[in-house]
Structures are given as C-alpha cells and as structure tokens.
C-alpha cells in the first residue's frame, strides 16, 4: 500500500471506507457471478443455459463423429461440431467482456470515492 492509498484511507467515514473494503476483497469468483447481477442478469442467466446446451451438443456431435464409418456423415458431424464449438467460444468470449465491464465500473466507483474524500495531493 502507497502513501495516497493511506491517506485516503485515514480521510474516509467508516461508511465510505467499509465500502472501499467491499471492493477490495472481491475475488474472481464474485467476478463471474457479478456477470448475473444488474439490469442485463436475466439475459446473462439465459445466455449460460445456451452456452451449456450448446457445450452439450458438441459433445453429442464428437460422440457421433467417433461412431461414423461414412465419410459423408463424418464430414457432417465434424462441422457440426465446429459450429457447437465456435458457439461456445462466442459465448465465454461475452461474458470475458461482461465480467470485464464490472471490473472497470468497480474501479471508477474506487476512483470516484478517492475523488469525493477530497484528497488532491499526497507527498
């Protein structure tokens, strides 16, 4: 811990400083789950049901790429199970993003709370 993050902390109300608390000991866990809270919770709830569900007909696909004799049929599974495939990563790649997104708000509302103490300058 620097010198400003001290003074900002002695500069605090034990409101302000037990929500600065808060923060800071958010883990990656809290991370992922904060992707399911706030206004777009519900849309991210749905696009994790289809991110499972689409996990799960990869995996039938790759099953039945393995069951084939036919060149035909496995061509078929295999670009199926690309499509799956590539589904899924769209999906992680939201929410990447998603938890990303809080991550940056959680530091503007760190950075807004130093701001309000009043704090400018630190030596």
Known sequence: MNKLDQAVRAALSAEDAAFLEKLEKEGPISDVMSAFSGRWGGLNIFAAIITFAMFGGFLYCAWSLTQTADLRETVLWAVAALGFALFVAMLKIYFWMEMHKH???????????????GITRVR
Request: glycine share 0%; no cysteine; proline share 0%.
């Open 103 to 117: 991550q940056v708000l959680r530091e503007l509302n760190r950075l807004e709370l130093r701001l309000s103490s």
